[in-house]
């Protein structure tokens, strides 16, 4: 009734942004990513009559019901699973992240794709990819997309009951090795506002979202013919304009959601500079103030080093395409 997995975050290439059914995770619009290789949740678990609650430690603080951050994430997602599987014994979950959490770096795409997979082992579920992947969306959205390695869709869907909103390989982290993001980190505080609640809000109130909703088909047609054809430059190009668009709706939600600070604007106008000197690359910014800046191999050196420059990057982080998530022996407890 103990294991252990590992899975990698993810960095969308096109946003997911939006939600059609809360309760089940429905996306209003089909996404894709990158898997990142080396931003990952290690996540152990384990079923058993000794514990008289459930017990969840995250990078090394517990956190218990009751408290916002166990009662919208973990506490559901428990519920979900015994739901599913009927399970009484209590549960001890211990997770740590190597990278800063809720900080716009996608920590609960690792964290339930890690922990929906150790899932799976310690209750024999048997669930093949794909049900994992629809059982990762149960914890959060983005996590249904860290199940794969690669470069990964998740579907929307249309049925009611979510059977059809899953994650399925575009390509695999062998097929394109030199695509390269690198992470700007420019904050490591915790964010204010989660991506749940921001997205919740953008719907509710944004002049700009049916517009979002109209776009993303195309997008997701260039973004995946770029990812099949290996050219950079589409999806290099489509990514940056989608990730603008996403930002155009939040910024008009009420009240407004800006996750920018000035280093985050200070990196993208340097990205647009260097681009205009003849150095292709582009920036995509998730729920957050991190700017991952897409480039090929080739340019990584050139890139950091100018990165390094910039008054308000703390920390440079070069990511290549990474592996999906995976069962490890190695447990955290
Ligand atoms: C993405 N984000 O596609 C987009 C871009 C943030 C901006 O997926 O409510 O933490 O748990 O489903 O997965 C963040 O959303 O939200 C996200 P929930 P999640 O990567």
């Given at each position: 009734?103990?294991?252990?997995?590992?899975?990698?975050a993810n960095i969308a290439l096109?946003?997911?942004?939006?939600?059609?059914?809360?309760?089940?995770?429905?996306?209003?619009?089909?996404?894709?990513?990158m898997?990142a290789d080396g931003l990952?949740?290690?996540?152990?678990?384990?079923?058993?009559?000794?514990?008289?609650?459930?017990?969840?430690?995250?990078?090394?603080?517990?956190?218990?019901?009751?408290?916002?951050?166990?009662?919208?994430?973990?506490?559901?997602?428990?519920?979900?699973?015994?739901?599913?599987?009927?399970?009484?014994?209590?549960?001890?979950?211990?997770?740590?992240?190597n990278f800063p959490?809720a900080a716009g770096l996608a920590s609960?795409?690792?964290?339930?794709?890690?922990?929906?997979?150790?899932?799976?082992?310690?209750?024999?579920?048997?669930?093949?990819?794909?049900?994992?992947?629809?059982?990762?969306?149960?914890?959060?959205?983005?996590?249904?997309?860290?199940?794969?390695?690669?470069?990964?869709?998740?579907?929307?869907?249309?049925?009611?009951?979510?059977?059809?909103?899953?994650?399925?390989?575009?390509?695999?982290?062998?097929?394109?090795?030199?695509f390269r993001m690198i992470a700007c980190i420019t904050s490591k505080k915790?964010k204010?506002?989660?991506?749940?609640?921001?997205?919740?809000?953008?719907?509710?109130?944004?002049?700009?979202?049916?517009?979002?909703?109209?776009?993303?088909?195309?997008?997701?047609?260039?973004?995946?013919?770029?990812?099949?054809?290996?050219?950079?430059?589409?999806?290099g190009?489509?990514s940056e304009?989608?990730c603008l668009?996403?930002h155009?709706?939040?910024?008009?939600?009420?009240?407004?959601?800006i996750y920018w600070n000035k280093s985050t604007i200070e990196t993208i106008q340097s990205v647009i500079d260097w681009r205009?000197?003849?150095l292709e690359c582009y920036f995509t910014i998730d729920a957050g103030p991190q700017v991952k800046i897409m480039c090929l191999e080739?340019n990584v050196d050139s890139i950091i080093k100018r990165c390094k420059k910039l008054e308000g990057v703390k920390d440079v982080i070069v990511i290549k395409?990474?592996?999906?998530?995976?069962?490890?022996?190695?447990?955290?407890?």
């Amino acid at each position: 009734m103990k294991a252990s997995a590992i899975a990698n975050a993810n960095i969308a290439l096109v946003k997911y942004w939006g939600k059609r059914n809360k309760e089940l995770i429905l996306p209003n619009n089909t996404s894709i990513s990158m898997t990142a290789d080396g931003l990952y949740a290690h996540t152990t678990v384990e079923f058993d009559k000794k514990y008289k609650e459930d017990i969840f430690v995250l990078n090394g603080r517990e956190l218990r019901e009751g408290s916002r951050e166990y009662d919208e994430y973990i506490g559901l997602f428990l519920k979900v699973v015994r739901e599913k599987t009927k399970e009484e014994d209590r549960v001890k979950i211990v997770s740590n992240n190597n990278f800063p959490t809720a900080a716009g770096l996608a920590s609960s795409a690792a964290g339930f794709a890690a922990l929906a997979t150790a899932f799976n082992k310690a209750l024999n579920l048997d669930l093949d990819k794909k049900d994992l992947s629809i059982l990762a969306r149960r914890g959060s959205g983005s996590a249904t997309r860290s199940i794969f390695g690669g470069f990964v869709e998740w579907k929307k869907g249309e049925k009611k009951d979510g059977s059809d909103s899953y994650a399925e390989q575009i390509a695999s982290l062998t097929y394109w090795p030199d695509f390269r993001m690198i992470a700007c980190i420019t904050s490591k505080k915790q964010k204010k506002i989660s991506s749940r609640a921001g997205m919740a809000r953008t719907v509710a109130t944004s002049p700009m979202y049916k517009s979002w909703l109209l776009g993303i088909e195309q997008d997701i047609e260039k973004v995946k013919k770029g990812i099949l054809k290996r050219d950079f430059t589409l999806v290099g190009r489509t990514s940056e304009e989608n990730c603008l668009k996403m930002h155009a709706t939040m910024i008009t939600t009420q009240p407004a959601i800006i996750y920018w600070n000035k280093s985050t604007i200070e990196t993208i106008q340097s990205v647009i500079d260097w681009r205009n000197k003849g150095l292709e690359c582009y920036f995509t910014i998730d729920a957050g103030p991190q700017v991952k800046i897409m480039c090929l191999e080739k340019n990584v050196d050139s890139i950091i080093k100018r990165c390094k420059k910039l008054e308000g990057v703390k920390d440079v982080i070069v990511i290549k395409p990474g592996e999906g998530a995976k069962i490890t022996n190695e447990h955290l407890f």
